[in-house]
């Protein structure tokens, strides 16, 4: 087998601390290789970290996939890693593509995507599976007054927490249902919520399951994490995993835990999130198992792999770029 492994970020944006991790995953399995990053603005800070970072056109464009395609020849692509929750259905629809070239995308079967990057799917998948979660409030529900303030007002199709709203008076859920874009009304659940890290390997088997506390959030990212190697969230998210046919590396889950100890789950990102760096610093080195997954290295138990209490406080960094003229 080759000692060398390149790999390409597609939508790099801000996931500097991410792809930084995969660069080290690399030094520390002796590999040679480049990290090569894709995106529609050279304005992206992690644009400006990798060996080598082209302009593309936007995923919504029909030259998208011919030119990451084009890339990943020129490059010697081995592992293309998808950021954004945009371009994960196009990509998994064109995954062949890649495979063709030699290049394998670490994305879930279209499948999955579908039910994740949709509210109503996402629900009817969980209460499918015995999977408790929140309830969604049919328009009928809620002219007729079939349901209890207060209430979640979100899009069907959001992701990075925009849009989202909390309607305690009838004068509030009136508007919020009109002002979110394909609005969907949701139960409220007090509690703490927890981001789940889920490692599935290629053969579809859940590896392993980090659950974070969100401390703190801040534009629909958390900002202040913490670990809590908690049996039964953990259990929880196993088994939405092992549900999920069809999924591939990490994908990350949502819950809130209730004030009653009830384990609600809400939501399902078939990507890295962005607090993904807490879980890899905890030891449950994903960067490293991706890599080792591709090459058919990943042997080891890794389930129990990670230590619990650690706690991830952000803050702003810095990446200067040196320009010609104005902008």
């Given at each position: 087998?080759?000692?060398?492994?390149?790999?390409?970020?597609?939508?790099?944006?801000?996931?500097?601390?991410?792809?930084?991790?995969?660069?080290?995953?690399?030094?520390?399995?002796?590999?040679?290789?480049?990290?090569?990053?894709?995106?529609?603005?050279?304005?992206?800070?992690?644009?400006?970290?990798?060996?080598?970072?082209?302009?593309?056109?936007?995923?919504?464009?029909?030259?998208?996939?011919?030119?990451?395609?084009?890339?990943?020849?020129?490059?010697?692509?081995?592992?293309?890693?998808?950021?954004?929750d945009t371009e994960l259905a196009v990509l998994a629809e064109n995954r062949h593509c890649f495979d063709l070239i030699g290049a394998q995308v670490i994305v879930s079967d279209p499948e999955v995507i579908a039910i994740g990057m949709n509210k109503t799917e996402t629900c009817a998948f969980f209460k499918r599976n015995g999977i408790d979660t929140p309830e969604i409030y049919t328009a009928q529900d809620i002219e007729q007054g079939r349901y209890h303030l207060p209430l979640m007002v979100k899009p069907n199709d959001g992701s990075a927490s925009k849009?989202?709203?909390?309607?305690?008076?009838?004068?509030?859920?009136?508007?919020?249902?009109?002002?979110?874009?394909?609005?969907?009304?949701?139960?409220?659940?007090?509690?703490?919520?927890?981001?789940?890290?889920?490692?599935?390997?290629?053969?579809?088997?859940?590896?392993?399951?980090?659950?974070?506390?969100?401390?703190?959030?801040?534009?629909?990212?958390?900002?202040?994490?913490?670990?809590?190697?908690?049996?039964?969230?953990?259990?929880?998210?196993?088994?939405?995993?092992?549900?999920?046919?069809?999924?591939?590396?990490?994908?990350?889950?949502?819950?809130?835990?209730?004030?009653?100890?009830?384990?609600?789950?809400?939501?399902?990102?078939?990507?890295?999130?962005?607090?993904?760096?807490?879980?890899?610093?905890?030891?449950?080195?994903?960067?490293?198992?991706?890599?080792?997954?591709?090459?058919?290295?990943?042997?080891?138990?890794?389930?129990?792999?990670?230590?619990?209490?650690?706690?991830?406080?952000?803050?702003?960094?810095?990446?200067?770029?040196?320009?010609?003229?104005?902008?």
């Open positions: 087998m080759k000692n060398t492994c390149n790999i390409l970020f597609t939508s790099c944006g801000r996931r500097v601390s991410l792809i930084r991790h995969f660069i080290k995953a690399l030094r520390q399995l002796n590999l040679d290789g480049n990290i090569v990053a894709a995106d529609a603005s050279d304005r992206s800070p992690a644009f400006h970290i990798t060996d080598r970072s082209y302009l593309v056109p936007r995923v919504n464009t029909a030259e998208y996939i011919p030119r990451l395609v084009d890339i990943c020849s020129q490059e010697q692509i081995g592992i293309v890693i998808p950021l954004i849009m989202v709203f909390k309607a305690e008076t009838h004068e509030q859920l009136t508007f919020f249902r009109h002002y979110v874009p394909h609005a969907i009304v949701q139960e409220f659940i007090d509690g703490d919520e927890y981001t789940l890290d889920v490692f599935v390997d290629l053969n579809g088997l859940v590896r392993c399951v980090v659950p974070r506390l969100r401390l703190e959030v801040r534009a629909g990212e958390v900002s202040k994490g913490l670990i809590v190697k908690n049996d039964r969230i953990i259990a929880a998210g196993k088994k939405v995993g092992e549900c999920l046919s069809g999924t591939r590396g990490c994908i990350t889950l949502q819950c809130i835990v209730t004030r009653q100890d009830a384990i609600k789950m809400i939501e399902i990102n078939p990507r890295f999130g962005g607090g993904a760096p807490l879980s890899i610093e905890a030891g449950a080195d994903m960067p490293k198992w991706v890599v080792q997954m591709v090459r058919g290295q990943l042997n080891e138990d890794v389930e129990r792999s990670y230590r619990d209490g650690l706690m991830m406080l952000r803050y702003d960094d810095e990446i200067f770029v040196q320009c010609q003229g104005p902008g």
